[in-house]
């Protein structure tokens, strides 16, 4: 599956929904992809900072729990989990916790999908 985000709000998104529900109204096959859409370019750069899609990128590699994400990223883990939540909410992380043997749980970060599109409408 892909990911691609977009900047150019609702008209956007809009047009793009119509076009997917003329496609499966003709029985045509719709590939399987998740889109978030910002309202515009800054909203979008203000949630994907540079720091943050290099977090994604080493993410989509392997899973990681945070601290050891924090570590490959050379990060502090406090900053690291900040940039975690605010990706989950923006739709391209997610995260789920996992029995560490001896050491209670670990939150695990992973990305939504493994292709990653970033399109911005100036």
Do not use: W
Not at 19 to 34: C, D, G, I, S, T
Not at 37 to 63: H, K
């Amino acid at each position: 599956m892909k990911i691609t985000v977009r900047s150019d709000g609702f008209e956007g998104y809009k047009k793009r929904a119509l076009a997917r529900a003329a496609k499966l109204a003709r029985r045509e096959p719709v590939r399987p992809e998740v889109t978030i859409t910002f309202d515009n370019p800054l909203e979008m750069l203000e949630v994907l900072t540079a720091e943050r899609i290099r977090l994604c990128e080493t993410a989509r590699r392997q899973p990681f729990s945070i601290t050891a994400l924090a570590a490959e990223l050379k990060r502090d883990p406090k900053s690291v989990r900040r940039d975690v939540l605010k990706l989950e909410a923006a739709g391209v992380l997610r995260t789920h916790d996992q029995a560490n043997p001896g050491h209670g749980r670990v939150r695990i970060v992973e990305p939504t999908a493994h292709r990653f599109e970033l399109i911005a409408s100036f």
